[in-house]
């Protein structure tokens, strides 16, 4: 009974409703033959007399008729299955999780948002920030902005524009304090530096002058706060170029620089084929974040 198909259940019911096979074989779009093989099986497996057969057609067995009583309930809940796959699909309404690390999630996100919340108002964004790597794997989140390239095989990953990486600092400080000519001028200069994390260092280690902590007299790995703290003038740091420029106290330092980019990618699971919602939001990040 356990392995009992339910496609013989499926003939049953439609051979039972019509009370003939070449009818029920028309509606289901299957031969005569292929449902005489089925109505055979399932009273095999079931060691019951499904059908009297008569030259006027097939006429159900009272057991017959109690298995169609309650089959029937079992072809709602099958239709229900199907409509509601294609309705998970069709619809938009429901949730979407993205991941990001604290600068993307703070000045990236919030005005695509907006942008996608007032095209498709329907949606539920929920945004986990982060500067670990979230498991997609795992279903911690849906989508995933990152700034490596992931090695999972079930996960796709569509390359975005490298992120530019500059020095800047505000107005007010460079009028204080003077404006670097040089990398070497950065040395006699208030600089924004690391904690713990030294990765962004790394990179600008690549320029040819070591870092230690005591070159930084300010360190905090909270990378929105070294904007921030730039902002308001508390000395220089390196941060995204695009960051710069939305804050008009912001300038520009050492441009000629060749500070190494970092690579910016956008990942989700390979099954997102089967969300349309989730395909929406992929689709609308990757159109925007390329701008």
């Not at 279903?139 to 990152?146: K, N």
Request: proline share 4%; charged share 25%.
């Amino acid at each position: 009974m356990s392995k009992l198909q339910w496609n013989l259940i499926q003939s049953f019911i439609e051979v039972a409703r019509t009370g003939s096979l070449s009818k029920a074989a028309q509606v289901l779009g299957t031969s005569q033959p292929t449902l005489s093989r089925h109505m055979t099986a399932l009273e095999a497996s079931l060691n019951v007399a499904l059908f009297d057969r008569s030259t006027q057609g097939l006429k159900l067995t009272d057991v017959g008729a109690q298995l169609l009583e309650c089959s029937t309930p079992m072809q709602e809940a099958a239709n229900s299955f199907v409509r509601t796959a294609s309705g998970a699909d069709a619809s938009l309404a429901g949730n979407v999780r993205i991941s990001a690390n604290e600068v993307v999630g703070l000045y990236y996100l919030p005005p695509l948002i907006a942008e996608f919340n007032d095209l498709y108002p329907e949606v539920q964004v929920e945004i986990d920030i982060s500067n670990k790597a979230t498991s997609l794997t795992k279903r911690e989140a849906d989508i995933a902005l990152r700034m490596f390239r992931p090695t999972q095989p079930d996960l796709v990953a569509r390359r975005l524009p490298n992120i530019d990486l500059k020095f800047c600092a505000s107005k007010h400080y460079l009028d204080k304090y003077g404006r670097p000519q040089s990398f070497e001028d950065l040395a006699s200069h208030r600089t924004l530096g690391f904690d713990r994390d030294w990765q962004m260092s790394r990179e600008v280690q690549s320029l040819g002058r070591e870092f230690k902590a005591d070159d930084f007299l300010i360190r905090t790995d909270f990378l929105p706060l070294h904007i921030e703290m730039a902002r308001q003038g508390v000395g220089i740091t390196v941060t995204h170029f695009s960051i710069i420029k939305q804050f008009p106290e912001l300038e520009l330092l050492l441009d000629s620089l060749p500070i190494p980019n970092l690579e910016f990618w956008l990942v989700y699971h390979s099954d997102v084929k089967y969300n349309r919602r989730i395909r929406v939001m992929v689709e609308f990040l990757a159109e925007r974040l390329h701008h």
